[in-house]
């Protein structure tokens, strides 16, 4: 008779044993400390969605940033015809890469400035979100705005405030014809002298970094936009105040806080005003300022929202709409609204009225003809806006918040 031994491995059990243990340990570790991190950031949403709309506002970036071409291609995967009108595919390599790379890293592969802000404290909050696209907006593009030499803003001594604007001459008694005769529209121009390389070509001034000027700048455009907005039956003031000759000391890194006193004076003036406009150029090179529509160039425009004014989401509203105008009477025009939460400024007086915007009109290298052109196309929208209002009794953005706002 044979006998079978087995014999039993104390010691390589209690090593099994000792290894589960040890595993079973770190795996409940990890999970109770998931388990905290999902509950502080859960309590942590709550609180953000108590205290602002920044959550939805981060949504409504990303969703702005995403084009008509992005769904089209998303559409072409399930219905081949479309495939065949589409060149150049929204998930093309290179998309796909510049996508991948900027959400694992924040650098953007077109533009080496986000590479700095990722190493550089304090730059990052320099950049622009984009809060609504239109058809012409880049992904690697937004509004610049470059501090200018100090030869290039020669200031003479003057006051030590800038002028006050004017008051508008008492209207008539009757209600009704008084308020259709009250200014309901206010432009003015932070930065007055910036003007356009091709209109200072008589004197000598060749570098984008010296287009400015006392005379042929900014404020023309605003003129020519008041012109067409009052021609079609809507009163409009424009302040034109040229603040480095006039304000003692003149800094231009404190030209809002000029302008502030500018449109705080208009404001008091004037409790009708609604639609506020702070127009500027803009400091990018003509390809990325210029659009050709029907075989004639036009000015495009970047609108601005201050996210340092607590009540911008109004803001932004405001700019959403008059982008979506636009995009819809001239698609190419508009080149996207962008929040902006600067250490600079971040502000840009928006916060004394939710219908008070910045835009960026055209660049250095654009013509004032060009300026032009745009200007006549947002006075259209700007009058339409303003009347269909008054149709529905709800004054246009009221800043003392009479009758509504658009904002």
């Known amino acids: 008779m044979k006998w079978v031994v087995a014999t039993f491995n104390v010691?390589?059990?209690?090593?099994?044993?000792?290894?589960?243990?040890?595993?079973?340990r770190q795996f409940a570790?990890?999970?109770?400390?998931?388990?905290?991190?999902?509950?502080?950031?859960?309590?942590?949403g709550l609180a953000q969605n108590k205290g602002s709309n920044s959550s939805i506002s981060s949504m409504k970036s990303a969703v702005a940033t995403l084009s008509v071409?992005?769904?089209?291609?998303?559409?072409?995967?399930?219905?081949p015809h479309l495939q065949k009108e589409i060149t150049t595919?929204?998930?093309?390599?290179?998309?796909?890469?510049?996508?991948?790379?900027?959400?694992?890293?924040?650098?953007?592969?077109?533009?080496?400035?986000?590479?700095?802000?990722s190493e550089i404290p304090g730059l990052r909050s320099e950049a622009s979100a984009l809060l609504y696209s239109g058809t012409a907006t880049q992904n690697a593009d937004s509004p610049a705005d470059f501090t200018p030499p100090a030869d290039a803003i020669p200031t003479q001594i003057g006051p030590s405030d800038p002028p006050q604007v004017a008051p508008v001459a008492p209207p008539p008694s009757d209600p009704a014809t008084e308020a259709a005769q009250a200014p309901q529209v206010f432009i003015y121009h932070?930065?007055?002298?910036?003007?356009?390389l091709p209109e200072l070509k008589s004197k000598g001034i060749t570098?984008?970094?010296?287009?400015?000027?006392?005379?042929?700048?900014?404020?023309?455009?605003?003129?020519?936009?008041?012109?067409?907005?009052?021609?079609?039956?809507?009163?409009v003031i424009q302040e034109t105040t040229d603040y480095p000759s006039t304000v003692k000391s003149f800094q231009y890194a404190k030209s809002y806080a000029y302008s502030a006193q500018t449109l705080k004076t208009a404001l008091s003036?004037?409790?009708?005003?609604?639609?506020?406009?702070?127009?500027?150029?803009?400091?990018?090179?003509?390809?990325?300022?210029?659009?050709?529509?029907?075989?004639?160039?036009?000015?495009?425009?970047?609108?601005?929202?201050?996210?340092?004014n607590p009540g911008w989401e109004k803001n932004s509203e405001f700019a959403g709409k008059l982008n979506a105008m636009l995009e819809e009477k001239m698609p190419g025009i508009s080149r996207g609204v962008y929040g902006k939460g600067s250490n600079g400024n971040g502000e840009y007086n928006q916060s004394l009225s939710p219908s008070s915007i910045l835009m960026e009109i055209g660049g250095p290298y654009n013509t004032l003809e060009e300026m032009y052109r745009t200007a006549d196309v947002i006075a259209n929208i700007i009058a339409e806006l303003q009347k269909d209002a008054v149709k529905a009794s709800a004054p246009?953005?009221?800043?003392?918040?009479k009758g509504g706002s658009l904002g």
Do not use: C, W
Not at 69 to 79: H, R
Not at 396 to 401: C, D, E, H, I
């Open 11 to 24: 010691s390589a059990v209690t090593r099994t044993l000792r290894t589960v243990r040890s595993v079973s």
């Open 29 to 44: 570790l990890l999970s109770t400390a998931s388990l905290l991190l999902l509950f502080a950031t859960g309590l942590i």
């Open 69 to 79: 071409a992005f769904f089209l291609d998303m559409l072409a995967m399930e219905m």
């Open 89 to 117: 595919s929204t998930f093309s390599p290179t998309n796909t890469a510049t996508f991948l790379i900027r959400s694992l890293t924040g650098v953007h592969p077109l533009d080496p400035a986000s590479l700095l802000a």
């Open 190 to 196: 932070s930065h007055n002298r910036e003007s356009f």
């Open 207 to 235: 570098k984008p970094d010296l287009a400015y000027d006392p005379d042929i700048n900014i404020t023309l455009v605003g003129k020519r936009l008041k012109e067409q907005v009052e021609a079609k039956g809507i009163r």
């Open 269 to 308: 003036q004037n409790e009708n005003i609604g639609m506020i406009f702070d127009i500027h150029r803009d400091s990018l090179a003509r390809e990325k300022t210029t659009v050709k529509l029907g075989g004639k160039d036009y000015a495009q425009v970047y609108f601005v929202v201050g996210k340092k």
């Open 396 to 401: 246009a953005g009221s800043a003392k918040g």
